[in-house]
C-alpha cells in the first residue's frame, strides 16, 4: 500500500470519481427528463461507491468497503427498484420538468455554488490532518449544495426526491474521506432511512398522481376541498 | 530543414487527402449502423472530382465576396494544419505563430467568409443559415474562451505542441478530473461547431431545418467542390487537435525520421477511426436539438468546462 505510484493512481482514480460526480450533480440540475434524472443519480451512487472503495484500500479499512457495499446495493439498484413498483411509468415517460427558471439560469447558479462550496470547505480542510485532505469534502459539499438546489427549482415530485437523495450522496461523499472508521450501523441507518424515505415519498406520488393526475407539485398550490376543475381536466 | 519542409508538406497533404475519406467512413458506418449499405466510403472523393468537371454558375447579384468564399473555406483548414501536430510531437516551422486560440480565430475566419459569401446571393435559405450559424457561433464563443481557458489553467499552455508534451510527459495527470471534464467540453464544443448531430444535421437535406449546410446550397461546380472539401478538412482537422493534443497525445512521431512520420499515419488514422465511430454511435443515437435548446447544449458544454476548472482548484 505504501507503494507510491500506487497510491498515486489511487489518488488520481478517487479525484476523477470527484470529478465525474461534480459533473453529475449539475446534470441532475439541468436534465428535463425524469428517466435521466434517476439515470444520473444511478451514475452518481456508482460514483460515490467507487469513490468509497478506492479510499478503503487507500486507507486500509473494511469500514469504507462496507460503506461502498451498502451504497452499491441500495442506491443503484433498490432505490429505482422501488421508484419503479410504487411510480406508474407515465411519470418517467414525461418529457419536460417544470422548473422554476430556465435551464441556463439554474446552471449558472449552480456554478456559483460549487464555487461558494470551494470556499465553504477550505476552513474545514485546514484542520483536519493531511492524509485526509482530499477533493471529496469541497466536492461533496458541492454536491450537498446542488442537491439542495434541485430540490428547490424543480416542480416535480420525482427529481425533486433525487435532489433530497443527491444531498444525501453529497454528504456521504464528503464524510467518507473525513473519516476512517466511520461507524457501519451510521451508514445503514442512513441508507435504510433513504429507502423508506423513497418509499414513503413514493406512495404519496403515486397518491397525489392518482387523485390529481399530475406530479406537478408547483401546480398544486391551493387547498380547496371540492375537485379543482382545472387541476383535474389536465 | 528538407526533412522539415517535407514533414510540413506531408502533414498538408495527409489532411488534404484523408479529409475526404474520414467523411466518407463516417457516413458509411452511420448508414451500416442503420441498417444500410450507404455509399462506398470513396464517394466524397468521386463527388469532388465530378464536381471539380462541372461549370460553375455565378448570380450577376453576387460580389466577389460569393467568389472568394471557397478559396477561403478551402484555405484557412490548411493554414490551421501548419500550427497543429497532425503527425509529429515536435514543433515544425509555423508551430509558435499561434495557439489553439489562432487556430480557432483562423477557422472563425473561414466560418465568416462562408456567412457573408450566403447572405451574398439573396437566396432566402442561405441567410437564414448564415444567421443560425451566427447564433450558434456566438454562443460557442463562451465555451470557446473558457475551454482554452481552462487548458492553459491545467496544462500551462495554449500551443497545441506543448499542450501535448504537458499530458505525455505526467501521464499520472492524464486521469485529472479537470482533464477529464475538458475533455467533455471540448467534445461539445466541436459538435457544435462542425454542425453535427445535436446542434445541425449534417446529412439533412430540409432546407428550413439547415443551419450549416444551406451557407453553400448556392455554390456549384469547382466552388460546390471548394466547400466541400474545406469542410472534410475542418473535421479532420479539429479531430487532429482534440485527439493529438487532448485525448491521445501518444503514437505521434518523436524523433526526425521518416519511418517514424509514415509510421505515424496508421497511428493517426486509427485514432481518428475510433473518433469517427464514437460519432456515428452519437448520431445515430440523439436526435437533433430544437434551434433554441442549442443555448441549453452549449450552457452545458459551459458548465462542464468550468467545473473542469472548479475540480482544479478541488484537488490542487
Known amino acids: ?110 456554478l456559483a455554488l460549487a464555487v461558494l462550496a470551494y470556499f465553504l470547505t477550505l476552513p474545514i480542510l485546514e484542520g483536519v490532518a493531511p492524509q485526509f485532505r482530499s477533493a471529496n469534502v469541497p466536492i461533496g459539499v458541492a454536491g450537498l449544495l446542488l442537491g439542495a438546489y434541485t430540490l428547490t427549482v424543480r416542480r416535480e415530485a420525482v427529481p425533486m426526491l433525487i435532489g433530497i437523495l443527491a444531498m444525501e450522496n453529497g454528504a456521504f461523499f464528503a464524510g467518507i474521506a473525513l473519516s476512517r472508521e466511520l461507524p457501519l450501523i451510521v451508514e445503514l441507518a442512513v441508507a435504510s432511512d433513504g429507502l423508506v424515505l423513497v418509499f414513503v415519498t413514493g406512495v404519496l406520488v403515486r397518491a397525489i398522481q392518482q387523485r390529481i393526475g399530475s406530479t406537478r407539485v408547483g401546480e398544486l398550490i391551493s387547498l380547496r376541498e371540492e375537485s379543482a376543475p382545472d387541476a383535474v381536466a389536465e | 530543414m528538407t526533412y522539415r519542409i517535407l514533414a510540413n508538406v506531408l502533414q498538408v497533404l495527409v489532411i488534404l487527402l484523408l479529409s475526404p475519406l474520414t467523411a466518407g467512413v463516417l457516413n458509411r458506418l452511420k448508414e451500416i449502423v442503420q441498417s444500410k449499405r ?28 460569393f467568389r472568394a468564399t471557397p478559396y477561403v473555406v478551402f484555405i484557412t483548414p490548411i493554414f490551421v494544419t501548419l500550427l497543429i501536430p497532425v503527425l509529429t510531437a515536435y514543433p515544425l516551422f509555423l508551430a509558435f505563430m499561434a495557439d489553439m486560440v489562432g487556430v480557432g480565430f483562423v477557422l472563425g475566419l473561414g466560418g465568416f467568409f462562408a456567412a457573408l ?87 439533412g437535406h430540409f432546407e428550413l431545418a439547415m443551419i450549416e449546410e444551406s451557407k453553400s446550397l448556392e455554390y456549384s461546380g469547382s466552388g460546390a467542390a471548394l466547400m466541400k472539401w474545406g469542410g472534410y478538412m475542418k473535421l479532420l482537422v479539429l479531430m487532429c487537435v482534440f485527439l493529438n493534443v487532448l485525448v491521445t497525445p501518444w503514437g505521434l512521431a518523436s524523433e526526425q525520421r521518416a519511418t517514424q512520420l509514415l509510421l505515424a499515419i496508421p497511428l493517426v488514422a486509427a485514432k481518428v477511426l475510433l473518433f469517427v465511430l464514437a460519432l456515428v454511435v452519437i448520431e445515430s443515437s440523439l436526435a437533433k436539438l430544437r434551434l433554441f435548446r442549442i443555448s441549453e447544449f452549449l450552457g452545458a458544454a459551459f458548465i462542464t468546462c468550468v467545473a473542469a476548472m472548479v475540480a482544479r482548484l478541488f484537488t490542487a
Open chain 1, 1 to 110: 500500500m505504501s507503494d507510491p505510484p500506487f497510491t498515486a493512481a489511487l489518488e488520481s482514480l478517487n479525484a476523477l470519481a470527484g470529478g465525474l460526480f461534480l459533473l453529475t450533480a449539475f446534470a441532475i440540475v439541468a436534465t428535463r427528463q425524469t428517466r435521466s434524472c434517476l439515470l444520473l443519480f444511478i451514475a452518481q451512487s456508482l460514483l460515490l461507491a467507487t469513490s468509497a472503495f478506492v479510499l478503503s484500500v487507500q486507507h486500509q479499512s473494511l469500514h469504507l468497503a462496507a460503506v461502498g457495499i451498502v451504497n452499491l446495493v441500495s442506491k443503484p439498484i433498490v432505490i429505482p427498484w422501488i421508484l419503479r413498483r410504487t411510480l406508474s411509468a407515465e411519470v418517467y415517460a414525461r418529457r419536460e420538468i417544470d422548473q422554476v427558471l430556465n435551464i441556463p439560469t439554474s446552471l449558472l447558479i449552480a
Open chain 2, 38 to 65: 450507404g455509399p462506398s466510403v470513396f464517394q466524397p472523393y468521386r463527388d469532388l472530382w465530378k464536381l471539380f468537371h462541372k461549370d460553375q454558375v455565378l448570380s450577376e447579384r453576387s460580389s466577389w465576396v
Open chain 2, 117 to 203: 459569401g450566403a447572405v451574398d446571393t439573396g437566396n432566402p435559405y442561405g441567410p437564414m443559415g448564415a444567421s443560425r450559424t451566427r447564433m450558434v457561433g456566438f454562443l460557442a464563443e463562451p465555451v470557446f474562451v473558457i475551454v482554452f481557458f481552462t487548458l492553459s489553467f491545467v496544462a500551462g499552455s495554449t500551443i497545441p505542441y506543448i499542450v501535448q508534451k504537458h499530458w505525455v510527459n505526467s501521464p499520472a495527470s492524464f486521469l485529472e478530473p479537470s482533464h477529464v471534464l475538458l475533455l467533455a467540453a471540448f467534445f461539445m464544443l466541436i459538435l457544435a461547431d462542425t454542425g453535427r448531430i445535436p446542434v445541425d444535421s449534417a446529412s
